[in-house]
């Protein structure tokens, strides 16, 4: 008996390739449906990811059942995030999904400082200091921090006037918008460097802590037998006209999670000092030991002055 064959269909560009056959079909058929995409650059992108993802669900044959229960997981996600918390930047960050992206658009060319992950906790509006100020807004009982450094361009030119904006936990793990406690905006500040691309200021010194595990993150990270740990770091968005817009973190090299971050983001250039002075003032002098210092440089790549959108208010 002569095998079937599906029948050959005249087709404009954006209609189905043919009727469906088999699971390999599929995909072409799909493919063809998006053809007339005008835009290349969507194209491109919808045309790798419906291939990709095909070729996943080829590889690990899902069942009705599973694949119902990961579309309830996104829906999840997505119902988890309000303006306190982003649990789908949560999900990209646990799966290193924002690490790779970062390094893909934020590598270290002619020594220029890498990129790490903005994060759910960012905000705008963070309130302006001078130079030496402190972003401390209440009695936080953790141990006084001076940080200092220099912004510079990759040829070594110093970039004066360069904003450098901050922002950290609090010392017991706490961000100003999780932990009702703390002022608005605590532990955030924005600081123009001087003349010789050079910045300053006090804080306190931020402590590791666990990303929210009560949503969808949570359960993947127990399911994983996965710590929710961060270890301590202050995160930065450095920028200066006609230089790409730094977006980064520096870790304190002590920190017990410095080498099993869940979020995947300790690059080993971002790693930096926290040396404890036990005698003595402080550079400013009017805080007395102990206290710590951290003197960390940034170098910035020739590109375009892009700001990242908050994912909170």
């Known amino acids: 008996m002569k095998a ?10 954006g209609t189905a390739a043919a009727l469906i056959g088999d699971e390999h079909s599929v995909t072409d058929v799909v493919l063809q449906a998006m053809a007339q995409t005008t835009d290349p650059r969507l194209r491109q992108v919808l045309d790798a990811l419906v291939v990709h993802l095909h070729d996943f ?22 119902q988890a995030t309000n ?9 990209a960050d646990v799966l290193g999904l924002s690490t790779l992206v970062t390094l893909i658009n934020n590598g270290t060319a002619a020594g220029s400082t890498p990129g790490a992950l903005l994060g759910p906790f960012y905000r705008g509006g963070a309130p302006h200091y001078r130079s030496g100020d402190c972003i401390v807004q209440d009695q936080a009982p953790g141990v006084p921090l001076f940080v ?3 912004v510079r361009a990759s040829d070594g030119t110093a ?5 450098v904006e901050v922002w950290q936990a609090s010392p017991v793990g706490l961000y100003d918008n999780q932990d009702p406690t703390q002022p608005d905006r605590n532990l955030r500040g924005v600081f123009h460097a001087d003349g010789d691309g050079r910045y300053g200021f006090r804080t306190v010194r931020p402590a590791g802590y666990p990303v929210p595990t009560a949503g969808p993150v949570g359960t993947l990270l127990a399911a994983q037998q996965r710590h929710p740990y961060r270890p301590a770091h202050l995160h930065f968005i450095v920028a200066a006209p006609g230089y790409r817009t730094l977006v980064t973190q520096v870790f304190a090299d002590d920190d017990a999670h410095l080498r099993s971050d869940v979020t995947f983001g300790v690059h080993q250039s971002l790693v930096g000092r926290f040396e404890r002075i036990d005698s003595g003032q402080s550079p400013w002098g009017e805080i007395r030991a102990p206290f710590y210092t951290f003197h960390f440089d940034f170098v910035l790549e020739p590109g375009d002055q892009v700001f990242p959108t908050p994912p909170i208010d």
């Open 4 to 13: 079937l064959t599906a029948p050959s269909i005249a087709r404009s560009p």
């Open 57 to 78: 669900l080829r590889e690990v044959r899902p069942t009705d059942q599973e694949f119902e229960f990961a579309l309830r997981y996104l829906v999840a996600l997505g």
């Open 83 to 91: 303006a306190v918390n982003n649990e789908v930047v949560l999900a």
């Open 148 to 150: 200092s450094g220099q």
């Open 159 to 163: 970039l004066g006037g360069a904003l």
